[in-house]
């Protein structure tokens, strides 16, 4: 530095202590341009809402605001104008008092306001959100360097489960086979996935560890927890609809309906393989049949003549699930139809069926063609004595009786006979 130089600035400092009176004077900072009054921040929306990104600076000045896409640089407006095409986008703008500066002209001791420290506020609006609009967005000040903030923006989807190959569609297995039934469901956050059974019973689920007698035991769920249902050696009461269920707590939930088919052969039981009636009354035969797929069921008499709905013979059925109960009834029981009777099941799994045997029980001294309101029931040989309006009832053969002393004569005369000795 030359001499001529250091005079110059030694004669500026000594100008500059004699103006203030001896004392130092401290200069004013220069505006430092605009700044953001508060961060963007980060918004958390479900997928159809809308979400608005609020972008305040302060002192903005000769500068201009934009709103840009993070992950592609995509300009979607400048200061208070929109500039993409995406319908969904908007931008909006407004100014707020941040307070004016006042200024010190010097020594005129005027006072003059400037637009140093309002701020403005561009807000970003997304409307009708998609999962696309997943992204992040920043507000960018055209500076040099360029100043900006960001925010990001999640999307919160309602669960949606997953066809094709990653849910189970209604399956069908044969008894004592391993069955799975899975469900997929996709949303965010990810959904939780549950399993109910359609009809409101219990889950059993068959428990892979053995108990110490060999058997694995089952267990009784309300509800099973997890994306997969696995079934070890299925048995045909875990048959029936179950609903796999998906939620993420963004409404709605969501459910599908997978129907679980356990086949197997026909089983048959007769609960009273050996019945009697007395001549002239009605007879009701009755089998308990197992079995899926549906069955054929019929009756044969003496092992030949099938059976038909007629006069002569009631042939009904009564069909819940894999269950079907059979009747035949036999009215007006004569001696010809005393004999064996076959209920007879069949699916294309195999066949099954189940024998009865009818015989005629022998009253001595009592009017049959009585019409008094009493009458006796007699059920598989034994009897049993009501008072009623003398509809016939399930599985036993009816007669009337004239009074209640003939309901008791028969009474002693049939219990000495099936009581055991």
């Not at 980060?42 to 809308?50: C, K, P, V, W």
């Not at 001791?109 to 609009?133: A, F, M, V, Y």
């Amino acid at each position: 530095m030359s001499s001529g130089t250091r005079l110059f600035l030694a004669l500026y400092v000594i100008n500059t202590v004699t103006a203030s009176g001896g004392h130092q004077v401290t200069s004013t900072p220069a505006p430092v341009g605009p700044v953001f009054a508060a961060p963007v921040g980060n918004q958390t929306a479900a997928i159809g809402r809308e979400a608005v990104f609020t972008c305040s600076i302060r002192n903005i000045e000769k500068y201009k605001v934009g709103w840009l896409r993070t992950s592609d640089r995509t300009i979607l407006s400048v200061h208070a104008r929109t500039v993409t095409h995406n319908t969904r986008i908007s931008v909006s703008y407004e100014t707020g008092g941040g307070g004016g500066v006042a200024g010190d002209s010097g020594n005129s001791g005027s006072n003059q306001t400037s637009d140093e420290g309002k701020i403005g506020t561009w807000r970003l609006h997304i409307r009708h959100l998609k999962e696309s609009d997943r992204d992040c967005y920043m507000c960018q000040i055209n500076t040099s360097p360029m100043r900006s903030e960001e925010g990001c923006l999640d999307i919160l989807v309602p669960p949606d489960i997953v066809y094709g190959g990653e849910t189970s569609a209604d399956l069908a297995v044969s008894e004592g086979d391993n069955a799975t039934l899975t469900c997929r469901a996709t949303g965010r956050p990810a959904p939780r996935v549950s399993w109910r059974r359609e009809d409101g019973e219990q889950i059993l689920i068959r428990s892979p560890s053995s108990t110490s007698s060999g058997v694995a035991s089952l267990t009784r769920h309300d509800t099973f927890n997890g994306s997969s249902l696995q079934f070890h050696r299925v048995e045909r009461k875990q048959m029936g609809a179950y609903l796999c269920i998906a939620s993420n707590d963004v409404p709605p939930a969501v459910s599908k309906r997978v129907t679980l088919a356990v086949n197997f052969a026909p089983a048959v039981k007769v609960p009273n393989q050996l019945l009697g009636a007395p001549l002239g009354t009605d007879v009701q035969l009755e089998c308990y049949v197992e079995a899926f797929p549906n069955t054929i069921n019929y009756w044969l008499k003496h092992r030949g003549e099938m059976l038909l709905d007629g006069p002569k013979y009631s042939i009904r059925e009564e069909r819940s699930g894999y269950r079907v109960l059979m009747w035949l009834l036999i009215r007006r029981f004569t001696q010809e139809d005393v004999g064996t009777y076959n209920c007879v099941s069949t699916n294309s799994l195999g066949k099954a069926e189940g024998t009865l045997r009818l015989y005629e029980i022998k009253i001595f001294g009592i009017d049959m063609g009585g019409r008094a309101n009493d009458h006796i029931s007699i059920h598989g040989g034994l009897a049993e004595a009501a008072r009623g309006s003398g509809a016939a009832r399930r599985g036993g053969a009816y007669m009337k009786m004239n009074t209640f002393h003939k309901v008791c004569f028969v009474l002693l005369i049939l219990l000495p006979q099936f009581w055991p000795r």
